[in-house]
């Protein structure tokens, strides 16, 4: 891998990564994990996010209320919490540990194979930030398949949708796993240094003096 490519591979690393971490903290606080839109009052939307239950009403505006009880929570709820904490942390730690492997920051500038593992393992954290992400989304998306085409629910009985903060999941959980790629990437390069490339021609022209005083008559 050519030396040039390899600042701009870590900049978009950390810029996919950074956008995955927002955009995971932003779904773990998102009320709209789920929608359920009544057909006797069309006016009104339910959702229901990891923290709180929302109604929507076209005139009223939105009004939440949280739950009173982890344990009351279905479960997949309660482990979308633990998940979704976990990848909010493993990202922020991904993002700190990568920032100090960075090429352009001067810090430990001669210490290049502790900052190529600091690099690296920022990239493997922000694999599991990805990961965790996406389980939970996936995990409810997959329970809210199983309950709307529930044979033994009453045609009657509204039923819940995917809401926009699933989409929001598996979209970070993407960024964050294509950023950790990215900057794990660049660490299989191997980066060449100017002084050396200036050693090398130097003693190669040193070499060429050498030859020819020594077949000069």
């Not at 633990?82 to 991904?94: A, E, R, T």
């Not at 979209?171 to 090398?200: D, K, Q, R, W």
Request: with cysteine; proline share 4%.
């Amino acid at each position: 891998m050519a030396l040039v490519y390899r600042p701009m591979l870590q900049f978009s690393g950390m810029l996919f990564s950074l956008l995955g971490w927002v955009l995971s903290c932003l779904t773990t606080y998102l009320p709209q994990w789920k929608n359920l839109n009544l057909e006797l009052n069309e006016l009104e939307i339910w959702t229901m996010g990891l923290w709180q239950a929302c109604v929507v009403q076209e005139e009223g505006g939105m009004q939440c209320k949280d739950f009173d009880s982890f344990l009351a929570l279905p479960p997949e709820l309660r482990i979308s919490r633990i998940l979704m904490f976990f990848s909010n942390g493993s990202g922020l730690l991904g993002l700190m540990l990568s920032g100090f492997g960075l090429d352009c920051l001067k810090i430990g500038e001669r210490q290049q194979e502790q900052k190529k593992r600091l690099l690296l393992f920022g990239g493997m954290l922000f694999w599991i930030s990805g990961i965790t992400a996406i389980v939970p989304v996936s995990w409810v998306a997959h329970s809210t398949v199983q309950e709307f085409w529930d044979e033994n629910i009453p045609d009657i009985v509204p039923r819940w949708d995917f809401g926009e903060a699933l989409f929001v999941g598996w979209l970070a959980g993407f960024c964050l796993i294509l950023g950790g790629s990215l900057l794990n990437c660049t660490t299989c390069s191997t980066e060449i240094h100017l002084s050396s490339v200036h050693y090398a021609v130097t003693e190669q022209q040193d070499q060429c003096q050498h030859l020819e005083t020594e077949t000069r008559p």
